[in-house]
């Protein structure tokens, strides 16, 4: 009765997993993808060019070298965007190509070009060539198209000097001062790879802090940092508007601040990218961000029609959005499947990292939860001697009476990969006695964890002793 089981638009996180999933329980699957975007915005514009440009960054500039050889230490002296993007243009190429070959490997078509809806179950895939389209129809369609930065109308931008965060990896230099507004995940993480750099940055936010979802002292310590590399930040402040000229850029603040800066990168949030789906064809709309409405099993107001990934919204993360495509083929196809698992890790990759897993101290306060906090310094472990890291920090969270593990924060080098050890002592209901108990390889940073448990139980020991003085003497 139709072409295929399943048909997928868009090839990133989200729908290469939808994609593969299906296929792999033998269902007839295709991906309708532009041709110049395999992989998605993950690959192509968003996680994989900026994390390999940070890592670019770090190298050349010698950062993490610097508490052992000199603030002034460098790999080389003089650092060009085509040697940031020569390594981003190596990373980007090959995991197209993983993708590419991993679709093939799994028999999924290939449809290249622009999807719209025809109805609920077709779809229209437009060719690059003029006259190249072709029609299919689908049992399932699973939407995975993924977002772009967000562009306020009254910003004039010009792929130049005012740029978003996709034009960030079309640059022609490195300036040397820039304005950044926006101080969200996407804007902070440029800020810290440019002021490595070396250039000047100023972060403008309307709001009175940055990350607020994040632990204030950890983002204290980002801030710090930050302002120890050159970084001005002006919270409580709007963009009225940004003016180019011949040397450069001035933003004009709401407040009649004026910043003169070489660029001036927007980070606005970002959009939905449905306009070109014709959604009304299909009995769908989005609302003003271009966000997609679905239930618990990523199903659309149209049951046989999903959407997964950024397009759907919080928490916008390629890590979820590929388990969200594998979970939304197998409800499309009645195949039994176990939910997620609600505790999920958020990292940041500024420079240097964040990343946590679990609760805050505000919402446990909120809560009027009982926890005792466990710090470990990376100055206090011998590896993050070795690794030239003395800011790096720790934080453990734990119930106070029933020793389980609430939260985990870490700050500084690898924060990323660290966070997964707390995050599976959590997820399997552990106590923090499980850290205390158990052998770390030594040097490691992952010895963090042992540290921070030992100060924690130290604590409540010393509470648990005066608690027992208390009731002795109240006897």
């Known amino acids: 009765m139709y072409d295929y089981d399943l048909l997928v638009i868009g090839s990133g996180p989200g729908g290469q997993k939808a994609a593969i999933a299906a296929a792999k329980l033998g269902k ?104 190249d389209h072709y029609t299919v129809t689908a049992e399932n369609i699973v939407i995975a198209t993924g977002t772009k930065p967000a562009r306020p109308s009254q910003v004039e931008f010009d792929d130049e000097r005012v740029l978003d965060s996709d034009g960030v990896l079309q640059m022609q230099r490195v300036p040397g001062t820039m304005v950044v507004v926006g101080a969200g995940v996407i804007g902070i993480e440029y800020a810290s790879m440019f002021a490595a750099l070396g250039t000047r940055v100023t972060v403008v936010e309307k709001r009175p802090a940055m990350l607020d979802f994040c632990d204030p002292e950890v983002v204290e310590s980002l801030k710090f940092h930050l302002r120890d590399q050159a970084v001005t930040f002006r919270f409580g402040e709007e963009v009225a508007k940004v003016e180019v000229t011949a040397k450069g850029t001035v933003t004009s603040l709401a407040s009649g601040k004026r910043i003169a800066a070489d660029m001036v990168m927007y980070s606005a949030g970002r959009q939905g990218v449905t306009e070109e789906l014709q959604l009304e064809k299909a009995g769908l709309a989005a609302d003003s961000r271009g966000r997609i409405t679905v239930d618990k099993q990523y199903r659309t107001e149209v049951p046989h029609i999903f959407a997964v990934g950024d397009v759907i919204g919080f928490p916008a993360l390629a890590a979820t959005s590929m388990d969200q495509g594998r979970l939304a083929a197998c409800y499309a196809f009645g195949e039994p499947v176990r939910e997620l698992q609600e505790l999920q890790p958020i990292g940041i990759y500024t420079v240097p990292e964040i990343s946590y897993c679990g609760r805050t101290e505000a919402e446990l306060t909120a809560a009027s939860i009982p926890y005792e906090v466990g710090m470990s310094r990376y100055r206090e472990l011998a590896r993050g001697a070795i690794v030239g890291d003395s800011y790096g920090m720790l934080k453990l969270l734990v119930h106070a009476d029933d020793r389980t593990l609430l939260g985990v924060h870490v700050f500084g080098t690898g924060a990323t990969d660290l966070v997964h050890i707390g995050q599976a002592v959590m997820g399997c209901g552990g106590t923090v006695d499980y850290l205390v108990d158990t052998v770390l390889n030594y040097p490691t940073l992952s010895e963090a964890y042992k540290v921070a448990a030992l100060d924690v139980t130290n604590k409540m020991r010393a509470l648990d002793a005066y608690g027992a003085d208390a009731r002795q003497t109240a006897q």
């Open 28 to 131: 007839r699957v295709c991906v309708a993808e532009r041709r110049h975007m395999m992989g998605g915005v993950c690959v192509n514009t968003g996680t994989i060019p900026s994390k390999t440009l940070r890592e670019a960054v770090l190298y050349l500039t010698g950062f993490a070298q610097r508490e052992m050889y000199g603030a002034s230490y460098r790999v080389k002296s003089e650092i060009t965007i085509a040697d940031l993007l020569a390594r981003t243009q190596h990373v980007v190429g090959r995991e197209v190509e993983i993708v590419r070959s991993q679709l093939m490997r799994n028999h999924v078509d290939i449809l290249a070009g622009t999807a719209t809806f025809e109805d609920e179950h077709t779809v229209t895939v437009h060719g690059e060539s003029r006259g």
